[in-house]
């Protein structure tokens, strides 16, 4: 068996696009996010789904159409995002992935949140004061990590004869 890409275990691009539509649609509402994103672009729903799927192995569509990595850092830069807003961010996107019913293995939402943990805490690194982009910074590429990818069953053992 071929092991999948993150981006294939999720559906793909339709299932990011949902997710992160759903989680935009929710957020001003929320007292902490809500004026974080007031002048959100209505298409930033489809540029995080974008920015997600290449990371997760889909489409370089993120670096192809928007600026790749560096392009992504630019868009934090002195935000001055918060621990609090960034534990915020993590909780309504992983009510909004559980609510959409999205794959809940194990083995895959950890390797979810592991990228979920890691580039929201960049994030608010790059938004603080003094931040600095990296032009030729690679895009971040997420797999299965520790995890060792899907669940497969092992065959039991035959007895000994």
């Given at each position: 068996?071929?092991?999948?890409?993150?981006?294939?275990?999720?559906?793909?691009?339709?299932a990011?696009?949902?997710?992160t539509?759903?989680?935009?649609?929710?957020?001003p509402?929320?007292?902490?996010l809500g004026?974080?994103?007031a002048?959100?672009?209505?298409?930033?729903?489809?540029?995080?789904?974008?920015?997600?799927?290449?990371?997760?192995g889909?489409?370089?569509l993120?670096?192809?159409?928007?600026?790749?990595?560096?392009?992504?850092?630019?868009?934090?830069?002195?935000?001055?995002?918060?621990?609090?807003?960034?534990?915020?961010?993590?909780?309504?996107?992983?009510?909004?992935?559980?609510?959409?019913?999205l794959?809940?293995?194990?083995?895959?939402?950890?390797?979810l949140?592991?990228?979920?943990?890691?580039?929201?805490?960049?994030?608010?690194v790059?938004?603080q004061?003094?931040?600095?982009?990296y032009?030729?910074?690679?895009?971040?590429?997420?797999?299965?990590g520790?995890?060792?990818g899907?669940?497969?069953?092992?065959?039991?053992?035959?007895?000994?004869?």
């Amino acid at each position: 068996m071929t092991v999948p890409t993150l981006y294939e275990w999720i559906g793909g691009f339709d299932a990011l696009l949902r997710l992160t539509t759903e989680f935009y649609r929710r957020v001003p509402a929320d007292d902490l996010l809500g004026p974080v994103f007031a002048g959100m672009d209505r298409n930033h729903p489809e540029h995080v789904a974008m920015f997600i799927a290449e990371v997760i192995g889909g489409p370089k569509l993120y670096s192809e159409q928007r600026g790749g990595h560096p392009a992504m850092v630019r868009h934090h830069l002195e935000r001055h995002l918060t621990e609090p807003m960034r534990r915020r961010w993590i909780n309504i996107l992983l009510d909004t992935y559980t609510d959409l019913e999205l794959p809940a293995d194990p083995e895959f939402t950890s390797a979810l949140v592991g990228y979920l943990e890691w580039g929201t805490r960049l994030a608010v690194v790059n938004s603080q004061p003094g931040a600095k982009v990296y032009e030729h910074a690679p895009m971040p590429t997420w797999g299965w990590g520790e995890t060792g990818g899907p669940y497969i069953p092992k065959k039991p053992k035959s007895p000994a004869a």
